[in-house]
């Protein structure tokens, strides 16, 4: 391969990792052509891109990298390697725990760059599909503040039907 093509290999990979704020590093191998083509329609589906690439390519990417926690994903760079970038950040997670549960035996995260954290091996899985966007999260503390509320309303309303009918059986 010449120097341009990986140079411009290597800036392909930078954008993506701009335009994508998380990320898994998979093992696909081994999918024959029906899982590899189910894998890429699921992941359509599901918003997240999935690449493969050149482990030397990937690894000069995250070595460039600023962040210390990116470049602690270097070791995961070993055997055949495909990025799933996404802007939901259980969202690759989700999918591979489904296709597991489907039968597939790939794909297998080796790790990740989720929320500004790594996470390395096939273990973390169940973490990484469980994590929770900021809007869910949002949404959770806005439910858990309305709850007494709620039940201050409830109360209310119960207290004011009870002199209601305090009021129809004394008339």
Sequence with gaps: MKKELKNQIIETIS????????????????????QTST?????????????????????????????????SLTSTLVGNTA????????????LIKKLQKSGFSKPVVK??????CAYIGEDKLDQLAAIKTKDELIADIVSLLQSPM???LSGLEQASEGKADDEKIRG
């Design 15 to 34: 954008a993506e990792l701009n335009s994508y704020p998380d990320f898994y590093i998979t093992d696909i191998s081994g999918l024959n052509a029906s």
């Design 39 to 71: 894998l890429r329609r699921e992941c359509f589906n599901q918003g997240v891109k999935l690449t493969v690439v050149k482990n030397t390519l990937f690894n000069h990417v995250i070595s460039a990298s600023d962040n210390e926690e990116i470049k």
């Design 83 to 94: 990025i799933m970038y996404t802007n939901v950040p259980s969202a690759p997670g989700k």
């Design 111 to 116: 790790g990740a760059y989720v929320q500004g």
């Design 150 to 152: 709620r039940n201050i």
